[in-house]
């Protein structure tokens, strides 16, 4: 079992968060054992931080490799072993060039059990990436690409009568024509991969990708091309759906009501910080009361005159939900911490922390670590734990 969970004897599970168009967020790590050197790879490094998109194959290649299936986990694996120029790579264990992680992936490819024509055709994709990492490459496969598809479109024009461009297939039938102006075709993919040590495989498997699936895959991209425009077209004529109707029209509707999601929220949260971090923290509390709807307290809000005091206890007691943003000066208050035990003992405690820090006992639960947030999966889980937490208190008191 080269894919495992948090033990060796436990069973990788895959469990992804949605975040904008056609990436997801892992909510769990998985590790990956890479049999040939031993060495064991943890994804992501942290959650929150990675996000992938499976394999990226373009929209008109899907058809004949799709970005998921049982390649899914391969591919997540390879996006975490690379990484852009300069940037961190998205997991733990030993660090690794471009060309072993494109082993790797066609390893774990193999033990997934990918059948081998999917198999070849998603390693040629990895592997066309790597080459296209040093400029020299990317030129010499641009012109290499431009050649291939003229000579395509000349044996195509030429194939049909409607143009007579290269001599060696002149006027004559169809049946001799086409075996003269494929052979010409593979000669030039040949000669390429002649031409590009270290990479001959990669340049034949492409040259041979172009010459025998160019055709049915301009067909689909026009076909593709097509359903877009009219999916936009005929999506500006229609009407707004539902879930778009203002919050008071959709709450008279129980079944809109039930989609408006974040709208419907009620209850109110409490707000608990060490008052050196509240530039930091009065976003946070803007983001709770727009994405929420709930009624959001924190001190800032006492006014002068205030028995301050009686008020946060008040306030605090009175809460459904009490975040609390951890930070240096947040762990050393007294205040915070009495806040936090309270919130823990009536079960409304919702951890959160712009900074690394160190805590104990039951107070050292699972937090969302916004200081380190990339793609904001970690805000939004943030604000799913406070409407899970509101919403079970609401139930609470209805029953």
Same mark, same amino acid.
């Given at each position: 079992m ?31 054992? #890479? ?33 998921v ?16 120029? *300069?940037?961190?790579?998205?997991h733990i ?8 992680a494109d ?6 490819m193999?033990?997934? *059990? ?8 998603l390693?040629? *994709?990895?592997?066309?990436g ?8 990317r ?10 598809l ?23 039938p ?7 102006g ?33 055709l ?10 097509? #359903? ?76 002068? *005159? ?43 405690y ?5 900074e ?14 916004? #200081? ?28």
């Amino acid at each position: 079992m080269p894919f495992f969970g948090s033990n060796i004897h436990t069973k990788a599970s895959f469990v992804l968060e949605w975040i904008a168009d056609e990436r997801f967020a892992l909510r769990e790590q998985f590790r990956y054992r #890479y049999e040939k050197t031993g060495d064991i790879f943890i994804v992501p490094r942290e959650l929150g931080r990675f996000s992938t998109d499976f394999a990226s194959v373009p929209s008109f290649a899907t058809w004949l490799v799709p970005r998921v299936g049982n390649h899914a986990p391969a591919a997540v694996l390879h996006d975490a072993l690379v990484a852009p120029q *300069g940037a961190p790579t998205d997991h733990i264990g030993r660090e690794v060039t471009r060309d072993e992680a494109d082993e790797i992936f066609h390893t774990a490819m193999v033990e997934l *059990g990918v059948p081998f024509i999917r198999r070849w055709l998603l390693h040629l *994709g990895v592997r066309a990436g790597t080459a296209m990492t040093l400029a020299r490459r990317r030129v010499f496969v641009m012109v290499t690409s431009v050649v291939l598809l003229v000579l395509l479109t000349l044996t195509l024009l030429d194939l049909f009568d409607r143009a007579e461009f290269l001599p060696w297939m002149g006027d004559r039938p169809f049946l001799v024509e086409l075996p003269l102006g494929l052979a010409a075709l593979l000669a030039w993919v040949g000669l390429a991969a002649l031409a590009a040590p270290g990479h001959r495989r990669v340049v034949l498997g492409a040259g041979l990708f172009l010459v025998f699936l160019a055709l049915p895959l301009v067909a689909i991209q026009l076909t593709t091309s097509v #359903y877009y425009l009219a999916e936009r077209f005929f999506g500006l004529l229609a009407p707004p759906p539902a879930d778009d109707r203002p919050a008071e029209v959709a709450r008279d509707d129980p079944v809109a009501a039930s989609m408006i999601g974040p709208l419907s929220t009620t209850g109110s949260v409490f707000v608990s910080y060490a008052s050196e971090d509240l530039d930091r923290v009065e976003p946070l509390v803007d983001t709770i009361e727009k994405e929420t709807a709930a009624q959001v307290w924190w001190d800032f809000d006492l006014e002068p *005159g205030d028995d301050w005091n009686a008020e946060i206890l008040a306030k605090l007691n009175a809460a459904d939900c009490v975040v609390v943003v951890w930070s240096e000066a947040a762990v050393a208050s007294d205040w915070v911490r009495f806040e936090a035990n309270e919130a823990l003992r009536r079960n409304a405690y919702v951890p959160a922390a712009i900074e690394p820090v160190t805590l104990e006992g039951d107070l050292d639960r699972q937090r969302a670590k916004l #200081y380190d947030d990339r793609n904001n999966v970690r805000l939004r889980q943030l604000l799913d734990k406070i409407r899970e937490t509101l919403a079970r208190r609401d139930t609470a008191t209805v029953d």
